[in-house]
């Protein structure tokens, strides 16, 4: 199973970015999904989570701001970044707790990251 993330890049402050992250290989099911971010010198921390059903989570920065949603037709989560600020630059990552046979138990993979620059 692989989680590739895309849609990073560099934008000024109040703007928006969508991030994507897409799951291949071989499984049968994604529960729940994850945005984590790690900045510069700081640990990583959990932006957001959406389960199967749609059930959504968010950091408490970034509420009203983030919106993180899942395709699950295309396995891919996406998180959409409005109003953003210098303190939202950070590496994003994305992980998907996976279940890739009936014999196998359930395990967390994680994307490889996209960097999130955001100018004053």
């Known amino acids: 199973v692989q989680l590739q993330a895309s849609g990073g890049g560099l934008v000024q402050a109040g703007g928006s970015l969508r991030l994507s992250c897409a799951a291949s290989g071989s499984f049968l099911s994604i529960d729940y999904t994850q945005w984590y971010r790690q900045a510069p010198g700081k640990q990583r921390e959990l932006v957001a989570a959406?389960?199967?059903?749609?059930?959504?989570n968010y950091a408490d920065f970034v509420k009203g701001r983030f919106t993180i949603s899942r395709d699950n037709a295309k396995n891919t989560m996406y998180l959409q970044m409005n109003s953003l600020t210098p303190e939202d630059t950070a590496v994003y990552y994305c992980k998907a707790n996976v279940r890739r046979s009936y014999d196998l138990p359930r395990r967390d993979y994680w994307g490889q990251g996209t960097l999130v620059t955001v100018s004053s």
């Open positions: 959406i389960t199967s059903g749609g059930t959504t």
